[in-house]
């Protein structure tokens, strides 16, 4: 029940990291909104599971640390998709 639990709670965090990792990324990403969030959504997962794997704790109030992983992920992500994006338009 964790992982799905888990897998719910990065899709709706891929709202907000997803926009934010493209915020902080370089260039124009021509992307959709879609794939933003979908991208930052996996991110928050990946992140997630990176974090547990490092051993960073639930702590009362906010895990600033869980965070920055995961929007490092949504970056990673969100930026790959761009550039496939980007990639398979140019070769159409």
Same mark, same amino acid.
């Given at each position: 029940?964790?992982?799905?639990?888990?897998?719910?709670?990065?899709?709706i965090?891929?709202?907000?990291?997803g926009?934010l990792?493209?915020?902080?990324?370089?260039g +124009?990403?021509?992307i959709s909104l879609? =794939? %933003?969030?979908?991208?930052?959504? $996996?991110?928050?997962?990946?992140?997630?599971?990176? *974090?547990?794997?490092?051993?960073? +704790?639930?702590?009362?109030?906010l895990? =600033? %640390?869980?965070?920055?992983?995961q $929007?490092?992920?949504a970056?990673i992500?969100?930026? *790959?998709?761009?550039?496939?994006?980007?990639r398979s338009?140019?070769?159409?």
């Amino acid at each position: 029940m964790y992982w799905v639990w888990m897998l719910i709670v990065s899709l709706i965090a891929g709202i907000i990291f997803g926009p934010l990792a493209r915020l902080v990324l370089p260039g +124009k990403q021509n992307i959709s909104l879609g =794939w %933003t969030i979908l991208g930052g959504g $996996i991110g928050a997962f990946i992140g997630g599971l990176i *974090a547990k794997a490092f051993g960073v +704790k639930d702590t009362p109030g906010l895990d =600033w %640390t869980q965070y920055l992983i995961q $929007i490092i992920c949504a970056m990673i992500v969100v930026g *790959a998709i761009a550039g496939y994006q980007s990639r398979s338009k140019t070769s159409a």
